[in-house]
């Protein structure tokens, strides 16, 4: 049989291919290896042919079923597993680069989120290296409650993250009137620069029912240099 299936292979007509120089080459340099492993197969390969023929009917029955069984398995081994387990890890390979790709535009869309909200934040800082919070907040209280009433205004500054810097300032008014505290919120909130009330506690006063001390405290924020 194998004897037999080797004639019709050679009585095949072979197609004939024009082959490029590199591979030319290529194949006279390997001629002569080629030609000393058909020797050394060729003897292992008659002896095994002529061992099949002496087989009975049967025997060769199930020595085709045992090299249809090798074939199959080599296939899986060698060709089928390899090529799921390459399908199997290029999906895994997707689903990460898809994983990435979200998370990155994630990023992206936070980047923008923080580029927005500096650009609001400079927006609402003070200008000048010269500010002072205290000059701001004297000149606003005066006008609307009176010098008299203001106990005390204690400024600070100090520095923050993203080059700017934060100037606070601790206010005390004394015995105000409800009147007075609304024109006194207005006036902090209308200044010509951008100061916020932080804290703000109102307390009545000792000796009038009718009037109140009030506790704020008034930040802004300007860039550092």
């Known amino acids: 049989m194998i004897e037999r299936l080797k004639q019709i292979l050679e009585a095949l007509p072979r197609p004939k291919l024009t082959l490029p120089e590199s591979v030319k080459r290529l194949r006279s340099a390997l001629e002569p290896r080629v030609q000393q492993l058909r020797q050394k ?19 060769k029955i199930l020595l085709q079923v045992l090299g249809v069984i ?12 390899p090529a ?14 898809r994983q990435d790709l979200i998370a990155v535009r994630g990023m992206m869309r936070k980047y923008d989120r923080l ?7 400079e927006k609402r800082t003070v200008p000048g290296k010269n500010f002072s919070l205290f000059s701001a907040l004297e000149q606003a209280l ?5 010098r008299e009433k203001i106990g005390a205004i204690s400024p600070a500054d100090h520095s923050v993250p993203g080059g700017f810097i934060q100037y606070t300032a601790d206010v005390k008014l ?14 902090v ?11 703000l506690q109102i307390h009545e006063h000792a000796q009038d029912s009718h009037s109140y001390d009030v506790d704020m405290s008034c930040i802004a924020l300007g860039r550092n240099g």
């Open 41 to 59: 197969i060729d003897p292992a390969w008659a002896s095994a042919s002529a061992w099949y023929e002496k087989r009975e009917p049967r025997e």
């Open 70 to 81: 090798v074939v199959l398995l080599l296939g899986y081994n060698l060709i089928y597993s």
């Open 84 to 97: 799921v387990s390459l399908r199997a890890d290029l999906a895994d390979r997707v689903v990460a680069r």
């Open 115 to 121: 580029q927005a909200s500096l650009a609001q934040s």
């Open 142 to 146: 005066t006008n609307s409650v009176g």
């Open 174 to 187: 004394n015995a105000i009137s409800l009147a007075q505290i609304v024109d006194t919120l207005y006036s």
């Open 189 to 199: 909130q209308t200044l010509a620069v951008p100061v916020t009330v932080s804290n």
